[in-house]
Structures are given as structure tokens and as C-alpha cells.
């Protein structure tokens, strides 16, 4: 079975909202994020550097909160606000990200179900470049750079494993080393030595 290898540099992650950390945004720009931009934001800003190449961006519902208030604005008044709509989109929040950190920097946004973290992580471990910043922001956020030059978390990746109902609280264990295998439907990582 083929194992794809790679390094997890370094991560952040949070389960709360007392956890955001707005402080390198504009307080304008800050009240025009929903929750789940800020979740982003805060676990994306904390592992970012200058030798980013390319961004995935994994979430389950991205920005549902705010389409729904613009279908019921729509409904009610027939109008929807310009700003509302143009941070509706799943991709928002890492085109916001690459705006404030003034880089061109591609990325890419994924849903996929109940594996949308896993397929997320999978685009990120087989991109052609080589320094990716992963984002998974849904109930929890979690980001983590991953490489293919050694230094961190060695990895290996194999093709499919087992069911799990909670893929962000189950890789972020993975992360702090409280298992050594995190599993998915579409994938298996294991730390490799």
C-alpha cells in the first residue's frame, strides 16, 4: 500500500469562542466577520508564515449563517445587502485572509460532508506545492502547515479507515500526540518514524 509522507510544522487549534484572537484585524473589518470567519482567521493567522504556497480551506457549512440571512432578507424586503452577499461565499474567509496578509497566495475551499476535514487534509498532503496551510473551521478550528521538508509531526498517509463522527476533535488529539493514528472513511495518517 502506497503511503504518501509528510510534516506537520506546526498547528493551532480552538473549541471556543473565548478563544479568538481578532487582534491583527481592524476593529471595522473585525464586526464585518461571522463566527466562523473568526474562527478561521484566528487558527489560519497563528501558523502562517512567509513560506506559505498555498491555502485549503475545509468547511463543512462556511458561511450557511449568513446565506440564510440573506435568503430571508430577500424574502422579506426583496433586496439583499451587497456586503451580506459578497461574504456568503465558501471561500470568503481565505480570500479575506490572503487580502490582510497582502500575499497572492492561491487556495482553494472544500466541502465534503461529514469528511470534510479529511478531504481537505488529502488536497493539501498530494498538492504539487510544497507548503500548504491547512484550515478546517466549522465548530472547531483547527490550521496546521503542512510540508514536504522534514521538521515536525512526521506523517504517513494511506487510502481509507474507519468511520468517525468526529473528524476535527480526532485529528486535533492526533495533533497533541494523544493518538497516533487519526482516521477517516477517505484516509488514515499515522505518525511515522
Known sequence: MKK???YIRKYHYIKSEAELDLSSIAPLQRRRLSLADKIAFTVMDKVFDENIEEIVFASRYGEFARLKTIIEQYSEIGEVSPAQFS?????????????EKKSNIPYYATASAENTLSAGLIKSVLSFRNNILFCYADEYGV????????GGIKCAMTSGGNDNADEAGSFIDFLEGKTPVFESPLCRIERAE
Open 4 to 6: 504518501d509522507i509528510f
Open 87 to 99: 461574504g456568503s461565499v465558501h471561500n470568503y474567509l481565505a480570500g479575506f485572509f490572503t487580502l
Open 143 to 150: 490550521s496546521c502547515i503542512i510540508s514536504k521538508d522534514a
